[in-house]
Structure formats: structure tokens, C-alpha cells
């Protein structure tokens, strides 16, 4: 079974620093994609940022709202996808999921984690 | 970017009716889109992928139609447990985009 557990969310005043961890499992976690997908409290689903496997270079593409101040990163040893979060402001406020892509060059969803809360707030 | 309007935004309906949700890309994305369903409190579980194509595991009253810029989502037979917000994604080109939702509530 296919299974996303995030960790790393809370409190975090603006200007800070917050790192995201993404624990998969149930998968060869090196083969697949992987994405981040935040929703702000009451409202849509916004994608942040997107990592391929080390196969197709590991390479990133970032939303221009996060661009320069997020990081994903991954540890294939481990199964665990990172969100470095940097000069955080107010209105990174969210719930973020980790989500698994079935593409190497599209942001194609399958499976979602079930998300932890990053507030942004003074 | 590309725009992904849904319509409606937010729907009531009864037990055993059906339903079509509407998602209207801004420009062509060939069949490069997804349905996801999201409770209250949970993430969102995909429906629909590659507009037209049913995930393992989804009941068959789920069906996805279209291609180019205009897409439905029908649920042929409303269950209790359907009662949800949907959303479509688009994912042909960069950055991915999500429609704004669709809340679909008990009449």
C-alpha cells in the first residue's frame, strides 16, 4: 500500500526557516516523482514545487510564488522527499501535501499524503 | 498560466441524482487532466486521470469526458459518502494548475 506521512509542520514566525519531510513507503520511492501541493486554509490547491528522480537528474520546477525561497530536495535511501521553506511570509499559511507524480515531466498525481499544517504568523 | 474554471462553484443534490461538474481550461491541454475528491479535513483522492480514465478502485458512477479545453466530471448516482468539493487539474504544461472546486452538498 502506497502510504505519504509528512512531518515537520507548526508555528514558524515570518522570516523563518521550516523543513518539510515526506516519509513514503509502499513503493520503490527512487522510480517515481514527487511533488508538493499546498492548500491555505478555506481555499484551492495551489502546486509549490515538483522533483524528478535521480534518473532524469533529480531536477526541480518551482511555482513562481515560492520560487528562490523553496527547496525540494530527496533522500532515496531513506524514501523521504524534503520542503525547505526559507523567508517565510504570512501567506505560505498551509496545510502541505506531499503527492507522488506516474510522470518524470508532468505534475500527474496518484497518491497524496495527508498533510501537515505550516503557520505563518508572529 | 492556465486557467481551469469549474462550474458550478458549489451544487446541492439528492441521493441518487446525477451530476455533471464542468472544467473549462483557459487554453487547449489535449486530455492532460485529473479529478480529485476531498472530505472535510482530508486529502484530496483521485477520481479521474488523463480525463477520461477511472483510478483503480473508484466506483464505475464516476466517469470523466473531454478533451482540448472543456472537460466534465459526471457522477451517474449520487451516493451519501460522494458528498464532497471536486477539483480538476491541469498537467500539460508548467506550473500545474488546480480549478477553483466545486462543493457538492446533500439537498
Known amino acids: 500500500e502506497v502510504q505519504l506521512v509528512e512531518s515537520g509542520g507548526g508555528l514558524v514566525q515570518p522570516g523563518r526557516s521550516l523543513r518539510l519531510s515526506c516519509t513514503a513507503s509502499g513503493f520503490t520511492f527512487g522510480d517515481y516523482a514527487m511533488s508538493w501541493v499546498r492548500q491555505a486554509p478555506g481555499k484551492g490547491l495551489e502546486w509549490v514545487g515538483f522533483i524528478r528522480s535521480k534518473a532524469y537528474g533529480g531536477t526541480t520546477e518551482y511555482a513562481a510564488s515560492v520560487k528562490g525561497r523553496f527547496t525540494i530536495s530527496r533522500d532515496d535511501s531513506k524514501s523521504i522527499a524534503y520542503l525547505q521553506m526559507n523567508s517565510l511570509k504570512t501567506e505560505d499559511t498551509a496545510v502541505y501535501y506531499c503527492?507522488?507524480?506516474?510522470?518524470?515531466?508532468?505534475?500527474?498525481?496518484?497518491?497524496w499524503g495527508q498533510g501537515t499544517l505550516v503557520t505563518v504568523s508572529s | 498560466a492556465i486557467q481551469l474554471t469549474q462550474s458550478p462553484s458549489s451544487l446541492s443534490a439528492s441521493v441518487g441524482d446525477r451530476v455533471t461538474i464542468t472544467c473549462r481550461a483557459s487554453q487547449g491541454i489535449s486530455s492532460a487532466l485529473a479529478w480529485y475528491q476531498q472530505k472535510p479535513g482530508k486529502a484530496p483522492k483521485l477520481l479521474i486521470y488523463d480525463a477520461s480514465s477511472l483510478e483503480s478502485g473508484v466506483p464505475s458512477r464516476f466517469s470523466g469526458s473531454g478533451s482540448g479545453t472543456d472537460f466534465t466530471l459526471t457522477i451517474s448516482s449520487l451516493q451519501p459518502e460522494d458528498f464532497a468539493t471536486y477539483y480538476c487539474?491541469?498537467?500539460?504544461?508548467?506550473?500545474?494548475?488546480f480549478g477553483q472546486g466545486t462543493k457538492l452538498e446533500i439537498k
Open positions: 503527492t507522488r507524480s506516474t510522470s518524470q515531466w508532468l505534475v500527474r498525481i496518484d497518491y
Open positions: 487539474q491541469q498537467f500539460n504544461n508548467y506550473p500545474p494548475t
